[in-house]
């Protein structure tokens, strides 16, 4: 499948457009004002804070359990709207990149056996 229609334009309600757009500036700016606050790591990427590096991810996780994955996910369900179903398993299958949890321990279930 060929995904190069830039120059192709479609319709969007303006509401689907700003909910999506404000979702995006507020990760940006806030994963930039996070990263720019704590400073955990040397310039070879070692942690040399520890309590700096809890610190930050506490506050990435409060960040994103808050309501913004629900928020997302709505934005996520509108915008499908706008792309046929083919094209958004093909993007989804083989062109966007995911978090690989692979080799990730789960503290609470692969602990407990």
């Given at each position: 499948?060929?995904i ?5 334009f479609?319709?969007?309600?303006k509401s689907?457009l ?6 995006l500036e507020s990760?940006?700016v806030?994963?930039?004002q996070?990263?720019?606050?704590y400073?955990y790591?040397?310039?070879?990427g070692?942690i040399?804070?520890?309590s ?5 991810c506490?506050?990435l996780?409060?960040?994103?359990i808050s309501?913004?994955?629900q928020?997302?996910?709505k934005?996520r ?5 706008y792309?046929?179903e083919d ?5 989804s299958d083989l062109k ?11 503290r ?6």
């Open positions: 499948m060929d190069k229609e830039e120059r192709k479609i319709p969007v309600k689907d700003i909910l999506a757009w404000t979702l990760i940006t806030s994963l930039d996070m990263c720019g606050t400073d790591v040397d310039s070879q070692n040399i804070d520890e700096e590096y809890r610190a930050m506490k506050s996780h409060d960040y994103f309501d913004l994955w928020k997302l996910n934005a369900m509108r915008l499908l709207n792309i046929p094209e958004a398993e093909y993007l966007i990149p995911y978090w690989n949890y692979k080799g990730v321990q789960r609470l279930k692969d602990n407990q056996q």
